[in-house]
């Protein structure tokens, strides 16, 4: 059921103190829907999203110290390639992407009957690919057409993608091990630029890894998590855990596999001022957005995987005169808030509010709280329903950590990291 619209509840209000200007009204409106959504957790507030992580880029890096341009020649392009399946419905010129790896690109030349590839130019060798047979091929993705996989037969030196969007935002270490880096620009096949100047040694050639271990919500409406969890495992990621905590644990970020913890870090507020201008990075913020929470994952994912995630979302303001409420928020519920709040307001010097009573803010005010209390109560069904059973029913990740040796146990936590829990 459609609730009440902003504009309604406006002329409802100015049905008490008709001298009340008609903007006014509205920001009563406005700032008392704004507390009633923010201060109670209803049903309409979460919303779904999935973090995306792309398998692992490695290779080499020639590095600088106090420089935060690297070079890098990553691992994995392809040198020999060929079709399985030539799929239908092609056009020449379509260009298809590989998946295993990143940006790899087939540019389509010909086509037969029913839009089969007839003839093809692999048209970017990418990075971070590996063989696959024709038992087991490649698919792909692109064009205007389907069904057209590639077995990779030989891999070499490869190349970054270089538009300054599909690794930007990805973490990047050197060595295997911290400090963590942050790409912030790719603007060529070659060349990254990290958000610090690098802090080791100079050296032509380190190994590196770029992996996709901070999470940030792609969400623009993304308020708090709620949950984060592994399908795959059938678990939910530890979320209580600070950085500092971590540190103590795994300070060389060594640990490589499936993730069990999701720690709290900082706010993306200065990788955002690093971005181009007016280009986003691989989940789509850009220099524009608003900062929000980052958080790491560990131990890192170096696979292809997807993170479904419960969040509570910032339920939108009244701008529009047709915006109107959400779920059990009535305009009854609003107009008596803003009611009360009208009581309370003097006026100005020059037009003092007749309305102004202490006493009748008392009589609204409860009045809103009893409303407040029975939506709640109709909501609580809608909440259990669609939330605690769907997600509560997922079980945490194993503690202690699976995947992590008594070697590691006894020289990463001396004083006793295994306890009873969070």
């Given at each position: 059921?459609?609730g009440?619209?902003y504009i ?8 008490w103190?008709p001298?009340l ?6 920001q ?7 507390q009633?959504v923010?201060d109670?957790?209803w ?16 290779g ?60 093809w ?5 990418g990075c ?48 295997g091990?911290?400090?963590?880096y ?10 990254v630029v ?15 890894e ?80 608003t ?21 509570k ?10 915006d ?10 609003i ?5 009360a ?10 037009v ?8 009748e ?30 997600y509560?029913?997922t ?18 936590a ?9």
């Amino acid at each position: 059921m459609a609730g009440d619209s902003y504009i309604d509840m406006a002329r409802r209000l100015r049905l008490w103190s008709p001298t009340l200007p008609f903007p006014l009204a509205q920001q009563f409106i406005k700032n008392r829907y704004r507390q009633t959504v923010n201060d109670q957790t209803w049903s309409f507030s979460y919303a779904e999203g999935q973090m995306t992580v792309f398998a692992s880029i490695f290779g080499n890096a020639a590095v600088i110290r106090t420089s935060n341009t690297v070079v890098l020649t990553p691992n994995g392009g392809i040198t020999g390639i060929s079709i399985v399946s030539a799929g239908v419905n092609f056009q020449a010129g379509d260009v298809i992407y590989l998946v295993g790896g990143c940006n790899a690109q087939v540019t389509v030349n010909t086509v037969g009957g029913g839009g089969q590839i007839a003839t093809w130019t692999l048209s970017n060798v990418g990075c971070g690919y590996s063989t696959s047979s024709t038992q087991s091929p490649s698919q792909s993705y692109g064009g205007n057409g389907t069904g057209a996989t590639f077995s990779i037969t030989s891999v070499g030196n490869g190349v970054l993608p270089g538009d300054n969007t599909t690794i930007v935002g990805r973490q990047i270490l050197f060595g295997g091990l911290a400090p963590i880096y942050t790409i912030v620009q790719n603007p060529d096949t070659q060349t990254v630029v990290i958000d610090q100047n690098v802090g080791i040694q100079t050296q032509s050639q380190i190994s590196f890894e770029v992996s996709c271990i901070y999470f940030t919500s792609e969400r623009t409406d993304f308020e708090r998590l709620e949950t984060f969890k592994d399908t795959v495992n059938s678990w939910q990621l530890w979320r209580d855990v600070a950085a500092d905590e971590l540190n103590a644990w795994d300070a060389q970020r060594s640990s490589a596999g499936t993730p069990t913890i999701l720690a709290n870090l900082t706010y993306n507020t200065e990788y955002l001022a690093l971005l181009t201008p007016g280009i986003p990075d691989y989940i789509g913020l850009s220099s524009t957005s608003t900062p929000n929470v980052r958080q790491e994952i560990w131990p890192r994912q170096q696979a292809d995987y997807v993170y479904p995630y419960l969040y509570k979302r910032a339920v939108p303001d009244l701008q529009n005169n047709t915006d109107t409420t959400l779920g059990a928020v009535t305009g009854d519920i609003i107009v008596e808030g803003a009611l009360a709040d009208l009581c309370m307001w003097p006026g100005t010097p020059e037009v003092p509010n007749p309305k102004r009573n202490p006493v009748e803010y008392n009589i609204h005010q409860k009045r809103y709280n009893d409303l407040v209390d029975r939506a709640k109560y109709r909501d609580h069904a809608i909440i259990e329903r669609d939330v605690k059973n769907a997600y509560m029913n997922t079980s945490y990740a194993p503690w202690p950590f699976d995947g992590l040796s008594a070697r590691f146990y006894q020289n990463h936590a001396p004083t006793g990291l295994v306890y009873g829990g969070f």
